[in-house]
């Protein structure tokens, strides 16, 4: 490396190989990042909200950890988001570069999905097609990533304890699919999904249960 020197030298002192030591020292060791094959496995998962005439088409690429190896297992490297909509087109590619990132510093990434899923839109959310309601297309997305890390055994699936199972159709029977589809959001997991049985209100998500 050189460097341009744009003043005049007025005074000068020979650098000793033990300050040179001394100045490495100060770096402080990161993990270092997941690195990226020539070539990813991924999913590629459509959405498609009342908000916009066209979709959002988003693909999540993984890399193999410790090939080869007892512990080898997939983990996603990378997230990209099209769509036609460019309404959306600053905050999206922010988005994507920001949980690209997170999924490349490994570790935990599963509070991504939490944090994305208790996203609210101010002008309303929208019913998916088959009755889920989604507080806005933030928590769409993080209910893609969900998808996709049940997927490649990252993260639990919708909880399916006996108790919850018997829950649910409890619920469906008493209030009709309607009534299970217009459920209150859950302090506990951000789901939408809190109904009112038996005096108390149960998340059928995750099955925190308040009575009284
Ligand atoms: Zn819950």
Not at 29 to 41: G, H, N, S, Y
Not at 56 to 82: K, L, Q
Not at 159 to 175: N, Y
Request: proline fraction near 3%; charge should be negative.
């Amino acid at each position: 490396m050189s460097i341009k020197i744009e003043s005049k030298i007025t005074a000068y002192e020979v650098a000793k190989p033990e300050d040179e030591a001394k100045k490495e020292s100060n770096v402080t060791a990161i993990a270092p990042l997941l690195e990226r094959d020539d070539i990813l496995v991924g999913q590629t998962y459509k959405i498609k909200t009342p908000h916009s005439e066209h979709a959002m088409y988003i693909t999540i690429n993984d890399v193999i950890v410790n090939h080869g190896e007892a512990s080898e297992h997939r983990r996603p490297f990378e997230i990209f988001i099209n769509t036609k909509n460019m309404e959306h087109f600053m905050w999206i590619v922010t988005l994507t570069r920001i949980i690209s990132a997170i999924f490349r510093k490994g570790g935990d990434i599963t509070f991504l999905v939490e944090e994305l899923k208790a996203v609210f839109d101010p002008r309303g959310g929208y019913y998916k097609k088959g009755g889920k309601y989604m507080p806005s297309i933030v928590a769409e997305i993080g209910e893609v990533i969900q998808k996709h890390l049940v997927s490649i055994g990252m993260m639990e699936g919708q909880l399916q304890t006996e108790e919850l199972i018997a829950k649910r159709a409890e619920a469906e029977e008493k209030l009709g699919k309607e009534g299970v589809a217009n459920g209150a959001q859950c302090d506990k997991c951000s789901a939408m999904a809190v109904v009112r049985l038996d005096n108390c209100n149960c998340c059928l998500e995750c099955g925190d249960s308040k009575c009284g």
